[in-house]
């Protein structure tokens, strides 16, 4: 078991505007945790998988990204096309160079953020991350602040999965029943259609190792 579970999402139809939350793309990718220590990181599913055959992605990071103890971000590992837009078939069938977008810090050299308020959180993430080359594919998860309908509908028409709402003062908690991350999904998201039948047909090719237990929760149900 991880010692740290990645924060849960819950469900609602329509989006709002709140000044006390802000909201971000959901990235149609991998949850997962980044696990980053001196020389080398580790990219760990939300049931506590290593994602082995992202080892040249988390190796990348390690070297982008050194610092002096034990930092752990959550985000998702995407593949995004020319134009930005997460592609999930070249993510899940290794076409493309993955990237990880990192949206929360639950951890930066060893000091525990997960009491923090997100907002502060986020703000020591961007600090950490402006330390990273451009060319990193580590890279950081941006938000707006209180807009999201405006956000939503621009999702929509851009054909994006949809966003997530996140309350700015909660801190980061392993409970499904506490938590303030909500997802608003685009129900017309084009990358969805036969998106079960894809994973039953290459069930057994097991394109990425570990896939066939978790990626199902990853990018339909609980991801990002």
Request: proline share 5%; hydrophobic share 35%; glycine share 6%.
């Amino acid at each position: 078991m991880l010692p740290f579970q990645p924060m849960s999402l819950r469900c609602r139809r329509d989006p709002f505007d709140h000044a006390d939350w802000i909201f971000e793309l959901k990235y149609d990718g991998f949850r997962a945790l980044c696990i980053i220590q001196p020389g080398r990181a580790q990219l760990i599913s939300r049931n506590g998988n290593p994602f082995a055959s992202y080892s040249d992605l988390a190796a990348s990071i390690a070297a982008d990204l050194n610092g002096s103890g034990k930092t752990i971000l959550d985000g998702e590992i995407v593949c995004v096309d020319k134009r930005g837009r997460p592609q999930f078939k070249n993510l899940l069938f290794r076409r493309g160079d993955p990237c990880f977008y990192a949206f929360d810090a639950l951890m930066i050299d060893e000091k525990d953020l997960r009491r923090e308020r997100l907002i502060d959180r986020k703000q020591e993430l961007r600090r950490l991350l402006s330390r990273v080359p451009a060319t990193s594919p580590l890279k950081y998860a941006d938000h707006v602040d209180g807009l999201g309908s405006g956000l939503f509908q621009r999702v929509c028409k851009m054909d994006l999965e949809g966003i997530v709402a996140k309350h700015k003062a909660a801190p980061y908690i392993d409970s499904r029943e506490e938590t303030t991350w909500v997802k608003i999904v685009n129900p017309n998201y084009s990358q969805r259609e036969g998106r079960e039948e894809l994973f039953e047909r290459d069930r057994h090719k097991e394109p990425v190792a570990g896939w066939h237990t978790c990626a199902i929760a990853c990018a339909e149900t609980e991801a990002s």
